[in-house]
Each structure stands twice: as C-alpha cells, then as structure tokens.
T-cell receptor
Framework: ETGVTQTPRHLVMGMTNKKSLKCEQH?????MYWYKQSAKKPLELMFV???????ENNSVPSRFSPECPNSSHLFLHLHTLQPEDSALYLC??????????FGPGTRLTVL | KQEVTQIPAALSVPEGENLVLNCSFT??????LQWFRQDPGKGLTSLLL?????REQTSGRLNASLDKSSGRSTLYIAASQPGDSATYLC?????????????FGKGTKLSVIP
C-alpha cells in the first residue's frame, strides 16, 4: 500500500471498552500526527510525534493514549471513552515542517 | 497562537463558473500554507502547498495565492465541475513549543450544480 493507511475505518465501542486505532505511513516521513474532527468544528490537533518522540499533546484527556513504536507506525489507544468522543479520527504524516498527508480516517462511535 | 478563518462557509455555483475561496490567518510569520479537499466522511487530500517565498501555486484548474503581509490566501477554481463538490480547508502552520503544527479553518463547503 502507499500513502497513509488507517485501521479500522469504522469502530463502535461502549464506554467501558478498550480499543486501539492504527496508522501506518509508507512515505518515509519522520513526523506523525493525530487529529480529531467533530461535527461543525475545525480539525483539532491531538498529538505530534517527531522521530518517534512526542513533541505535542494539546491538552488531550488521558483516556486517549498515543504510541509511536517507530517512525512508520502510530497508535491511539482508547479506554473509558465518552459519547462526546465520537468523531472522525485522522492520522497524518510529513517530513518535519513540510506538506502533511492524511489517511482516510477512523469513524468512531461511542455508545 | 494561529487562528484561521474561511469565508464563505458554504458556496453553491452552477457548473462552469470560476470561483474564489478565501482564507485569512492571524500570525503572518508563516513559511507555508496548505489547501486541502475533504469529501464527506473521508480524509483530507492535499491540493496545494504554497511556500512563503511564492505568491502563487498552480495545479491544473486550481490556483492558490498567498499574501503574508495581509494574512490572506485565496484558492481559485477555474471552470468548476460537479466533481469539485467538497469541503475545502485552509491550514496555516504554527510553531508551538518546538514542534510544527497546522491550524485549520472550518472550511468552505462547495456545491457545483450540473
């Protein structure tokens, strides 16, 4: 595959479940990002990783836990989410300070 | 902190018309600006990245301009087609705490009527 891929594409979970979102980039980039897109709100940056090191956490609740084992993979671990966390979660990658490329997103519904 | 505003929020035009989408940003100390397209329920597709040293960037029927001094960028779409119907997002960078971030506008939802 090429570009940025995300799995799963759709996820429905209860508030007590634990699940993980996965992102993989095949572009040789060194920076990866998680964004949240809720209805009628601008995209919100959640986390930034540069060379596997987290460089930004935009006041994201601890029920969202990112993991970046290498520069090609990024995970978002989810636990005890709330219904208001239902959104489209987008992953992106770039060379640092360069054009960002996005994956197709994971549509998350929390019941 | 960077703030990005896009006007109009929605736009409906007949097929074949030329149109302009507007983006304004508050922190003019940027070194690039990126335009994206998003189809409903999908991810973002990068359309154009315009560097601060450039005034314009073109790709096919799309032309983006950047005026740092006034904090504005425009996306010009020539000869619009129904397939251009989507939400167009403008994003300006913000260098916070040593990392590179993009701040997005809320987007302009474009409908091209056949």
């Amino acid at each position: 595959e090429t570009g940025v891929t995300q799995t799963p594409r759709h996820l429905v979970m209860g508030m007590t479940n634990k699940k993980s979102l996965k992102c993989e980039q095949h572009l040789g980039h060194n920076a990866m990002y998680w964004y949240k897109q809720s209805a009628k709100k601008p995209l919100e940056l959640m986390f930034v990783y540069n060379f596997k090191e987290q460089t930004e956490n935009n006041s994201v609740p601890s029920r969202f836990s990112p993991e970046c084992p290498n520069s090609s993979h990024l995970f978002l671990h989810l636990h005890t989410l709330q219904p208001e966390d239902s959104a489209l979660y987008l992953c992106a990658s770039s060379q640092t300070d360069r054009e960002q490329f996005f994956g197709p997103g994971t549509r998350l519904t929390v019941l | 902190k960077q703030e990005v505003t896009q006007i109009p929020a929605a736009l409906s035009v007949p097929e074949g018309e030329n149109l302009v989408l507007n983006c304004s940003f508050t922190d003019s100390a940027i070194y690039n600006l990126q335009w994206f397209r998003q189809d409903p329920g999908k991810g973002l597709t990068s359309l154009l990245l315009i560097q601060s040293s450039q005034r314009e960037q073109t790709s096919g029927r799309l032309n983006a301009s950047l005026d740092k001094s006034s904090g504005r960028s425009t996306l010009y779409i020539a000869a619009s087609q129904p397939g251009d119907s989507a939400t167009y997002l403008c994003a300006a960078p913000y260098s916070g705490a040593g990392s590179y971030q993009l701040t997005f506008g809320k987007g302009t939802k474009l409908s091209v009527i056949p």
